[in-house]
């Protein structure tokens, strides 16, 4: 990009979209990389080979390539001994996270082991990516697989360029997905994937995602080309290699299936003036289902949603809300839950 003759936006825009019609979907800008998500997938563009081809070469030698830039950057940590950082940026479906896959991919590869172990370091933490991607990601208007929270990746080598370890944080989940879903659009993946998941589905008493009120409000149940049942496999898989063990997995799962049931608690006006009662039998059996996968009492959570605690200097005071206020106290515990 530096060496056209004009640089201004006509000129780049031009060139880029001249590159991508040849396929080219990477261009340098200096030491950045643009990358113009091809909605296709080219696996020769990523394959072992390209891995071989760029693995220490001369930034610039060869066409640009995300995996250029893993390597100038795992060369100079290691040459440098200092760390560097690599900010991948971009709109809402732009490849960020497929870009963040494959930097993730590149430094595994020159930096690992190669033992084959499944349980490597390496290997956790490329499977951290399908577990953060289904608790974290959703469909949106703009994208099957869009991740609803920020990450920070950080990945630890020792003094020989050997991968020693990883620390991912993450920031910011939108909470709001959980009880709120516009048309077109889906609740985080791990909801539809336990309710996929057959045997697992049926010991934590769901079904299809049409019948929970937090998946049902919008009519969008299956992305195209993903079956949520294998998915789910994917990410038991992943949690096995990352090392959580089997009674959490279980916890995790079964606070997932609550929020589910939480969502289905309908309450009713009760008979005092400005109360609230759960509304039929199923809503009665939705409670009772929340309350034995958050293992807690059922009275007590039902009048936790259905009564307030106002604390006053001379003690606290207890009321009873409506039944629209029960349903917003209802909505707050499945976001806290998450
Ligand atoms: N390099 C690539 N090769 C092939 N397909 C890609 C590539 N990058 C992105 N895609 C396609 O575009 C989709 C969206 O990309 P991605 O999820 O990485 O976007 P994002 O920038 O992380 O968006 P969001 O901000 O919504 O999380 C991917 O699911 C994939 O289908
Ligand atoms: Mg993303």
């Known amino acids: 990009m530096t060496k056209l003759v004009y640089l201004h936006e006509p000129g780049v825009l031009c060139n880029l979209a001249r590159r991508y019609g040849l396929n080219e979907i990477y261009t340098y800008t200096g030491r950045i990389l643009i990358a113009i998500n091809p909605f296709a997938k080219l696996p020769h563009l990523y394959d072992m080979h390209m891995m071989e081809q760029y693995k220490g070469i001369q930034f610039g030698e060869l066409s640009p390539h995300v995996f250029a830039i893993a390597d100038a950057s795992y060369r100079a940590m290691v040459s440098e001994e200092c760390s560097q950082s690599i900010l991948v940026s971009g709109e809402s479906g732009a490849g960020k996270t497929e870009t963040t896959k494959l930097i993730m991919r590149y430094l595994t590869f020159v930096g690992g082991r190669a033992t084959g172990d499944i349980r490597s370091v390496e290997q956790q933490v490329l499977e951290s990516n399908p577990l953060l991607e289904a608790f974290g990601n959703a469909r949106t208007v703009r994208n099957d697989n869009s991740s ?104 995790i799962f079964r606070t997932v299936a609550a929020i589910l049931h939480l969502g289905n608690i309908e309450f009713s006006p009760g008979k005092e003036f400005d109360s609230s009662v759960v509304k039929d039998e199923k809503s009665k059996f939705h409670l009772q289902m929340a309350a034995d996968f958050l293992m807690v009492d059922e009275s007590l959570l039902l009048s936790t949603l259905c009564f307030r605690t106002i604390k006053t200097p001379e003690g606290n005071i207890v009321k009873a809300v409506d039944n629209s206020a029960a349903a917003i106290s209802r909505d707050a515990l499945a976001k806290t839950a998450c």
């Open 148 to 251: 609803r929270f920020g990450k920070f990746v950080e990945i630890q080598f020792d003094k020989s360029g050997r991968i020693s370890g990883a620390a991912i944080r993450t920031y910011l989940l939108e909470r709001s997905r959980v009880v709120q879903v516009s048309e077109s659009e889906r609740n985080y993946h791990c909801f539809y994937q336990l309710c996929a998941s057959g045997q697992d589905a049926d010991k934590y008493k769901l079904s299809h995602p049409k019948n929970f009120n937090y998946l049902n409000q919008s009519h969008m149940y299956e992305l195209e080309g993903v079956s949520d049942a294998e998915q789910y496999l994917k990410t038991r898989r992943a949690m096995d290699i990352v090392g959580i063990s089997f009674s959490h997995q279980e916890a």
